[in-house]
């Protein structure tokens, strides 16, 4: 698998068999998607803990675009949505441990229930309250204490785009210390797993709306303004696009 740079953000080639690969450390994954895309650009810390680590594309539109742009060269698409899963069986197959860290208590909860149904894992879950980034002392021991006490191999963390990043970024020395296999930004994947949100068809994931399908089934402002901010990916890829062409000439 080959890495690129996109967008001013680094990818590595990256297959799901190498996350899921024996080994003492531990794998940063970043589900990169169009808000992450238009964040970054606005935000160098965030760009560059993106790109230090395992940046994957979650979002079609983005993917799309960056095969256009990079032909000859294989990566491939691994979404947060559909990593949960593969590591649930990977889990299942290798007596792995799982652990959820974020989202509401309720989808958390019932995340947890169904992984544990589905697949007989050894899988816990902390919705911790919420709090403004960075937490207080007292607030990350609490998290930490929950994550230490289970040694999960696996963790996925929804604290929602940016602020899980940073989190991870910033305990990522206490994550390798507990020998944290692989740990994933997933923002609001436990609503899909907790049964709470039902996930758009098919069709519409690889047309790239899937976010317009949440917007109309769940019609929220603050969805929409994500929705009205990931369209800024566009004049991103131009501003790259045409930089680029500018250093060939």
């Not at 990079?70 to 949960?84: A, M, Q, V, Y």
């Not at 049964?195 to 929220?220: D, F, I």
Request: net charge positive.
């Amino acid at each position: 698998m080959d890495s690129i740079h996109f967008c001013g953000i680094k990818f590595r080639g990256l297959e799901q068999a190498q996350l899921f690969k024996e080994d003492i450390q531990t794998h940063f994954v970043v589900t990169v998607n169009a808000e992450f895309i238009v964040k970054a650009n606005r935000n160098k810390p965030f760009r560059d803990i993106i790109s230090a680590n395992y940046a994957t594309f979650d979002g079609q539109i983005p993917y799309f675009f960056a095969r256009l742009l990079n032909r000859g060269k294989h990566f491939s698409k691994i979404s947060g949505s559909d990593l949960i899963y593969d590591a649930c069986e990977h889990a299942q197959q290798h007596g792995k441990r799982l652990f959820l860290l974020g989202g509401n208590a309720k989808a958390n909860a019932l995340a947890v229930q169904n992984i544990h149904d589905t697949y007989g894992l050894d899988v816990a879950g902390y919705a911790p309250p919420y709090a403004p980034y960075p937490f207080t002392a007292d607030h990350n021991e609490a998290i930490k204490t929950q994550i230490s006490q289970f040694k999960p191999d696996f963790l996925f963390v929804a604290f929602g785009a940016v602020k899980q990043e940073y989190w991870i970024n910033d305990n990522f020395d206490f994550l390798q210390q507990q020998q944290v296999h692989l740990v994933v930004g997933c923002g609001g994947t436990f609503d899909f797993v907790s049964g709470q949100v039902k996930r758009a068809p098919r069709l519409l994931q690889r047309a790239g709306l899937e976010s317009l399908w949440r917007l109309v089934t769940e019609p929220r402002l603050f969805r929409l303004k994500r929705l009205l901010e990931s369209t800024l990916f566009f004049s991103v890829l131009y501003s790259h696009h045409l930089s680029q062409r500018k250093h060939l000439v």
